[in-house]
T-cell receptor
Framework: QKEVEQDPGPLSVPEGAIVSLNCTYS??????FMWYRQYSRKGPELLMY????GNKEDGRFTAQVDKSSKYISLFIRDSQPSDSATYLC????????????FGKGTKLSVKP | GAGVSQSPSNKVTEKGKDVELRCDPI?????LYWYRQSLGQGLEFLIY????????KSGLPSDRFSAERTGGSVSTLTIQRTQQEDSAVYLC???????????????FGPGTRLTVL
């Protein structure tokens, strides 16, 4: 079992839809959870950074962490064609050497 | 600079040649990381630097890979005697510090796309 599992998609939704992206993980030592957005042929861009269980909201984006279930989610409200990208979840152990453990990414397409 | 920069953006080389990839982190960021992104494999951690020091090289795929950082700033990743399986996008990231809450907030460059023929 990989440490971080993420459905690669592709996921196609109409403009304005609510998008739900998810990752599960097996290592209970993970303490920090990130979501990155990666456009084609670009580097990953940090979108959300969370520590504790619960929700964190930033504009149209909400990150949710459930440590008891080892499950994290990213919700995108009122999705736009410009949200079309690959979304990567990443996790990190405080005190580790700092390497992030990534999911393989979910490719999202928002159709106008 | 405003963000992490990497050069070259694309590199095509012949099998057996050496290549050098460069990373310029965000000014003031003491921690620097190299990752590799292959199709279907996701992002694979290679090595990190705290200042100019890389204490753990175990993530490097083989002894053909080496990395250095000078002046606490620019880093180079060198691949000797390149093989076709080295073809990937090599990404560099930096963070304010290593470990702690800032260690998880890594900012990535655009990557170098390496193709070994």
């Amino acid at each position: 079992q990989k440490e971080v599992e993420q459905d690669p998609g592709p996921l196609s939704v109409p403009e304005g839809a609510i998008v739900s992206l998810n990752c599960t993980y097996s290592n209970s030592a993970f303490q920090y959870f990130m979501w990155y957005r990666q456009y084609s042929r670009k580097g990953p861009e940090l979108l959300m950074y969370t520590y504790s269980s619960g929700n964190k909201e930033d504009g149209r984006f909400t990150a949710q962490v459930d440590k008891s279930s080892k499950y994290i989610s990213l919700f995108i409200r009122d999705s736009q064609p410009s949200d079309s990208a690959t979304y990567l979840c990443a996790m990190y152990i405080l005190g580790s050497q700092g390497n992030l453990i990534f999911g393989k990414g979910t490719k999202l397409s928002v159709k106008p | 600079g405003a963000g992490v920069s990497q050069s070259p953006s694309n590199k095509v080389t012949e099998k057996g040649k050496d290549v050098e990839l460069r990373c310029d982190p965000i000014s003031g960021h003491t921690a620097l990381y190299w990752y590799r992104q292959s199709l279907g494999q996701g992002l694979e951690f290679l090595i990190y630097f705290q200042g100019n020091s890389a204490p753990d090289k175990s993530g490097l795929p083989s002894d053909r890979f080496s990395a250095e950082r000078t002046g606490g700033s620019v880093s180079t990743l060198t691949i000797q005697r390149t093989q076709q399986e080295d073809s990937a996008v090599y990404l560099c990231a930096s963070s304010l510090a290593l470990g702690g809450t800032s260690g998880g907030q890594q900012f990535f460059g655009p990557g170098t796309r390496l193709t070994v023929l």
